[in-house]
């Protein structure tokens, strides 16, 4: 599941294949926030397992191989891709200065794209074939890639810009995110979370938890 930009709109994948939409509203009853569905979309033929927003598109991955970007509250076709092979484990959203934006898209087939949306298609800028599969994708300035035992990151026009090694003795990670100045990016394995300093691709610390599940506050030491 993800949350749009403004914070009003929640995206949630299912495993039939289909994205369900829910909008903040009031409680009539309670006078409290809430979440009240307000659409149903069929998006894919299975499940569901990567969902990324930038404005009012709304990007998505799924177990059928396929990459849709659907446009919320336009009547504007959907874009569809089937570059990948296996399925699709991660999309994500980044954006250049000029607020370009591109999706960068990630699959079991060891294929990252970097993809740039026109009118009638998602454009394929750059293919990358990595060692690894790919779990995950974050980040808004750079895309920084899970695979295996480490996080490579890359620009908007997919050059190789950091590595960061987690230990050798560890699992292969399965989640990561990053702080909203992206300062700090953990890495989950299964039983440790890393935390590294963006600029400098050094562990600052590893804790032995199961998944991430924390927010960044003010330091990396507030977990």
């Known amino acids: 599941m993800a949350l749009n930009e403004s914070r009003d709109t929640l995206a949630v994948g299912l495993s039939n294949g289909n994205i369900e939409l829910y909008r903040r509203v009031l409680s009539e009853a309670t006078e409290q926030p809430t979440w009240s569905r307000f659409d149903n979309i069929q998006a894919h033929n299975g499940e569901v397992t990567s969902i990324s927003w930038r404005k009012d598109m709304l990007a998505t991955g799924g177990r059928d191989r396929f990459v849709h970007v659907i446009f919320i509250n336009s009547a504007r076709p959907s874009l569809t891709v089937d570059f990948h092979t296996s399925s699709v484990t991660a999309v994500n959203w ?36 990595t060692a690894s599969s790919i779990c995950d994708i974050k980040g808004r300035k750079h895309a920084y890639v899970a695979q295996g035992k480490q996080v490579a990151s890359y620009d908007i026009r997919g050059e190789l810009i950091k590595k960061y090694e987690t230990e050798k003795w560890t699992k292969n990670l399965i989640s990561i995110c990053l702080d909203d ?43």
Not at 106 to 124: H, N, S, V, Y
Not at 209 to 214: K, P, T
């Open 94 to 129: 980044i954006v250049d200065e000029d607020e370009n934006a591109t999706l960068v898209s990630g699959g079991a087939d060891k294929a990252l794209f970097f993809l740039a949306p026109t009118d009638e298609t998602l454009e394929r800028e750059k293919w990358i074939k």
């Open 181 to 223: 100045k992206e300062e700090f990016l953990a890495a989950s394995c299964q039983v440790n979370v890393f935390v590294f300093e963006v600029e400098r691709a050094s562990v600052g610390h590893v804790v032995p938890v199961h998944a991430i599940r924390y927010f960044f506050i003010k330091t990396v030491d507030v977990i």
